[in-house]
């Protein structure tokens, strides 16, 4: 069995700290820590009549009371739990909140009261409105899906050590979720009960306490998704096997260019390099491309270095294979229709270190290869793109692109008409795409963002407005929205799906988006 300990910061909680020991499970737990943080009622006398081990830290605030029960912990201990002194947790459900650590499916439990039964007034309306809004902040800057910031959590303690902890105050619990998210722990939440607290709360229950908190806890989450390294700086990633089965020849090194298609150095211009730099794999998605996929390969084929192009065709009827198979060194795949199975298909034959997922419909600028080994050449990058660009001309399609470029310099979300790139290694351990009918790249992307930085290169790389075209530029932006919307309150990429599908060419109106966002929500699934 894991050694667990608890840890209870306590500020003048003399009536009742003895309820929240005499509950806790003594056989599940090995040590219990009570911090007391300068109390004057008698807490710590207390604490010791039950048995717990009590360490003294004057320094007011939250976090400074976790961070020295965290110093005060033993050595061996393998989970943490951390626990409020108030009594408004029920500690006897400690079993509950640590199992899913215990079984091997989390790094971090968030006891929720927001899933488990709140009794009536037991959080003060302008607290639950500040905890929606904080979980709705992170759920866009982070994409980190939680629905409260609860403090009875667990974690276990490597994983703890790894986040760096620095708050000392209000907003210790929001960073604890939000440094979770950026290094990519698995969190999860379980639902637990909560009650109206012994005596006044010392946070929520003065405006002065209330205020400090709010504003707290909106800049931590705001500070945690600027920053950059240090200790957000993803674990190295284990070394996956290969996908699909297939054998490496241990004689071989896995570095070895496939058949090089890019412009770099050639037979008979002196020594070759390639063995310093890194191999990319293009793999290029198509269905009845025959106007786009020659131009497509052709500026692939300007690349510099070590390239690989894979088409991967969902079953075009047109004459794409015959136009990819005459372009030297293209390798044709086929793969399930549905551009996240396709993607996977070329993926699972790739040999180069770097995946670089190029529509058909986009033409990489030059250079663009070069850019991607330096973008993740970088500490801390996990991923990236290309700037957004439509091949029209029109001051509507530039206000498109200043949206898409405002996304993606506000929230790093960029999509799959950008040029998803990333290691092999990674996408693997991901993964890959999931084989959704839509979506496929913003979940990629959601993936990318909690394993480091998802960088967008200052090189443009334009894409076809042709449904912009097709079907007006302001009803296109309207579905693309509306989608996104559905798709962040729970809608299902297949209900999706169909809904755009049905919606190509139709009449598209406020009152219609209005209709198919409330039916989608509906049936969600």
Request: aromatic residues 6%; contains cysteine.
């Amino acid at each position: 069995m894991p050694k667990i300990a608890v840890v209870i910061p306590a500020y003048n909680e003399a009536a009742s700290i003895g309820l929240v020991l005499d509950d806790l499970l003594r056989d599940a737990v090995a040590q219990v820590v009570v911090v007391d943080n300068g109390s004057t009622d008698g807490t710590a006398v207390v604490a010791r009549e039950r048995g717990a081990q009590v360490v003294d830290e004057p320094r007011r605030g939250y976090g400074t009371a976790c961070l020295a029960g965290i110093a005060a912990l033993d050595d061996d201990v393998e989970i943490v739990v951390f626990l409020d002194a108030d009594y408004s947790d029920h500690p006897e459900e400690l079993p509950r909140l640590v199992a899913p650590i215990l079984s091997g499916d989390a790094d971090l439990v968030i006891g929720s009261r927001t899933l488990g039964q709140c009794e009536r007034g037991a959080i003060a309306p302008h607290a639950r409105w500040g905890n929606r809004l904080a979980v709705t902040l992170m759920r866009l800057l982070l994409d980190a899906r939680f629905t409260d910031l609860g403090p009875f959590r667990a974690i276990r303690a490597d994983a703890l050590r790894t986040l760096g902890m620095r708050d000392r105050d209000y907003g210790w619990t929001v960073e604890m979720q939000a440094r979770a998210a950026r290094t990519g722990l698995r969190v999860t939440e379980v639902p637990v009960s909560y009650r109206r607290r012994v005596g006044r709360s010392k946070v929520s229950g003065t405006v002065r306490g209330s205020v400090l908190a709010g504003w707290k806890i909106l800049t931590m989450i705001w500070r945690v998704w600027r920053e950059q390294d240090g200790a957000l700086e993803p674990p190295p990633l284990p070394s996956p096997p290969p996908r699909g089965g297939r054998e490496l020849d241990p004689g071989r090194s896995q570095r070895v260019p496939p058949p090089h298609v890019g412009g770099g150095q050639g037979e008979g211009d002196g020594p070759t390099t390639t063995a310093c730099v890194e191999t990319i794999t293009v793999v290029v998605p198509t269905l009845d491309e025959e106007e786009n996929i020659g131009p497509c390969l052709a500026a692939l084929a300007t690349q510099q270095g070590p390239l690989e192009i894979i088409v991967a065709d969902g079953g075009s009827a047109d004459r794409t294979m015959a136009i990819a198979r005459e372009v030297p060194g293209v390798r044709v795949v086929h793969g399930p229709r549905g551009r996240g199975a396709q993607m996977n298909a070329g993926a699972e034959v790739a040999s180069g270190e770097i995946l670089w997922f190029v529509h058909a419909d986009c033409r990489p600028p030059a250079g663009a290869a070069t850019a991607i080994r330096d973008a993740l050449a970088r500490d801390g990058v996990s991923g990236g793109a290309f700037r957004f660009a439509l091949a029209g001309r029109g001051w509507g399609y530039r206000v498109v692109e200043w949206g898409v470029r405002l996304r993606c310099r506000l929230f790093h979300v960029p999509y799959g008409d950008q040029g998803l790139f990333l290691r092999r290694a990674l996408f693997e351990a991901l993964g890959g795409y999931r084989e959704t009918p839509i979506f496929e790249d913003l979940y990629l992307v959601r993936a990318l963002r909690r394993r480091g930085r998802v960088v967008t290169l200052h090189e443009t790389m334009p894409t076809s407005p042709r449904r912009c075209a097709r079907d007006g530029i302001l009803r296109t932006v309207m579905r693309n929205q509306a989608l996104l919307l559905a798709e962040w309150l729970g809608g299902s990429p297949g209900r999706l799906a169909r809904w755009r599908q049905r919606d190509v060419g139709a009449g598209f109106t406020p009152a219609r988006l209005a209709r198919r966002i409330a039916g989608l929500l509906h049936g969600r699934g």
